[in-house]
């Protein structure tokens, strides 16, 4: 695919800006970027507008967004959101996909929703969940710390008759769990490379907490709870910046009919509902989920699932305060979260989802077969078990794979990959959006001076104008309305509210039972409205459709 930047590392944030700064100043019809907010640390959170502005204004065209990297070490899904940009600008008008888009559409970027956090990720030995602010941190603890200098904090394996690890006899560098009848023999205990905080035996031997703990995807208003529920949420909904930014974008741009939210890892696209069952939703609202699902399978090769049902592996007491909950179950807005790369499948153990994913022994089993990988696919990312002089527990050995660059995020050969493919998704993906269109109009004398003028209004998406039945139940759904202009009215309103319009994800296609193939029922996409206009000959009479998902459309006949 065609692109300006190349995608064979992670940009940090002054590449990032320079990239956006330069398709502002190359593109100036067609970009916009903006300061969505300012962090902590003085960095902005950039928020991308792709439409021609010569074709329309960005709120009066369908819209559909995209964003990345609300997780600091996400980093892929910043890149994947940057390629998106990329792709769109530097083929539009060579291109008839992307000049159409852009023409009839306005794209909407947030690639880094977490800049500081980012920068953190990518300059440092350190992981982090969101961003590098201390929040309810505890004492205690082994901390991940960069012993040896190689840029890189790995598995600290420390010798002791107590330990519950032991050396993989038919794996050399693998650890495999000790038998419970073992009495005899080299055990381990496995911890980060790290520091102890303060030893006072056993009790306190154990991986420390981040002090950077939290969790920007546990921050939104719908299904919020607080930290002793799930940590990282907060103190309150909306405390970060960074999150109540991202709100107030949605808000503001009410023309948003679609979002695909980036993460990582897994290999996955998952589709709301998230806090409650996929049967509690409208059948319809799921059929469009599942069918938009598809594409992303057809394009990535990802798993599609309902995050309640199926990612979820807690029901009671589940994950919630997410940005795709808050835009689903809040605006009505078909929402995806996109998991990027697969280390796991690609090592021939996929994950286990569901009740079978902390399955110790299979998860061992897939560990080391990452390993494997790592070792023929990136071994710049990997590293034997090596003895290092520990200054509390003596000697230790430490070693194994680059955790960020290699489950994390792919190793940078395979990002540009990764990066076309969700590229190509979401082209897809913001096509599926309503767009209004009049499809006729038409004027007939009925006696000298007075006209029945009659238009028949449609939507040509695949998602309805309304977007979903979930939309109309929390009253976020705007009907079309449609205005005429010309001449004096005699009948018909001058503005009037037709109700929404189907797209043709509401047809009910169905298979004959002899065999053929069958329309059981047409999408209810058009609507015909009529007025009866005083006028003369060769005036001019204009009508015009609006409805914020949808988009403008207007026409105008000549009497």
């Known amino acids: 695919m065609k692109t300006t930047l190349s995608y064979d590392h992670y940009f940090n944030y002054a590449e990032m800006k320079e990239a956006l700064e330069n398709f502002t100043q190359t593109y100036p019809e067609l970009c916009h970027v903006e300061a969505n907010c300012i962090t902590l640390e003085g960095r902005e959170q950039f928020a991308v507008t792709l439409t021609n502005t010569k074709t329309g204004e960005a709120l009066s065209k369908p819209g559909w967004y995209l964003d990345g990297n609300i997780h600091a070490g996400e980093v892929t899904s910043s890149m994947t959101a940057m390629h998106t940009i990329d792709y769109l600008l530097t083929n539009y008008g060579s291109d008839e996909t992307c000049t159409k888009l852009l023409d009839t559409m306005t794209i909407y970027v947030i690639p880094r929703v977490t800049p500081d956090g980012a920068e953190k990720y990518l300059s440092t030995p350190y992981t982090l969940r969101s961003a590098n602010r201390e929040y309810r941190p505890e004492d205690g603890g082994i901390s991940g710390e960069d012993l040896d200098g190689d840029g890189v904090i790995r598995m600290m394996r420390i010798p002791t008759p107590y330990g519950a690890w032991k050396k993989d006899p038919e794996n050399e560098g693998s650890m495999i769990l000790r038998d419970p009848g073992e009495t005899e023999g080299e055990f381990y205990d496995i911890y980060p490379e790290g520091e102890l905080e303060s030893y006072e035996g056993d009790e306190n031997l154990k991986s420390k907490k981040s002090p950077w703990g939290l969790d920007f995807n546990r921050n939104f208003p719908y299904g919020w709870f607080a930290d002793h529920r799930q940590s990282g949420a907060g103190e309150y909904p909306l405390s970060n910046p960074e999150t109540k930014a991202l709100v ?204 029945e003028v009659t238009a028949i209004i449609g939507n040509l998406g695949y998602l309805p104008t309304n977007l979903s039945d979930e939309a109309i139940k929390v009253k976020e759904a705007k009907e079309v309305k449609v205005m005429i202009q010309g001449g004096i009215l005699l009948a018909g309103k001058a503005e009037t509210e037709i109700g929404h319009l189907s797209g043709y994800s509401r047809t009910d296609t169905g298979i004959h039972f002899y065999g053929n193939i069958s329309t059981s029922a047409n999408a209810k996409a058009r609507k015909k409205i009529t007025w009866l206009i005083k006028a003369d000959k060769g005036d001019t009479i204009s009508i015009k459709a609006v409805q914020e998902k949808a988009g403008t459309a207007e026409k105008t006949i000549t009497l």
Request: hydrophobic share 35%.
């Open 248 to 451: 107030d974008f949605v808000i503001h741009h009410p023309n948003i009919g679609g979002a695909a939210i980036g993460h990582t890892s897994g290999g996955l696209i998952l589709y709301p509902p998230g806090t409650r069952p996929a049967k509690t939703a409208y059948p319809d609202d799921i059929k469009a989920f599942k069918a938009i699902a598809e594409m992303a399978k057809q394009e990535l090769n990802y798993k599609p699932m309902n995050i309640f049902d199926s990612f979820m592996t807690d029901q009671d007491e589940f994950d919630s305060g997410a940005f795709d909950d808050w835009c689903f179950q809040t605006k009505g807005i078909p929402a995806y979260t996109m998991e990027f790369w697969d280390l796991a499948t690609r090592a021939g153990v996929p994950e286990d989802w569901g009740p079978e994913m902390f399955n110790i022994e299979k998860g061992i089993q897939r560990f080391n077969a990452c390993m494997k990988w790592v070792k023929e696919n990136a071994p710049q990312y990997y590293s034997d078990w090596q003895t290092f002089d520990h200054p509390v527990f003596g000697k230790v050995e430490l070693g194994g794979f680059n955790y960020k660059w290699t489950h994390q995020n792919p190793p940078e050969n395979f990002l540009q990959e990764e990066c076309e493919r969700d590229t190509r998704f979401n082209i897809r993906f913001a096509k599926a959006m309503p767009r209004l269109v009049i499809d006729s109009m038409q004027a007939e004398e009925k006696e000298p001076g007075i006209f």
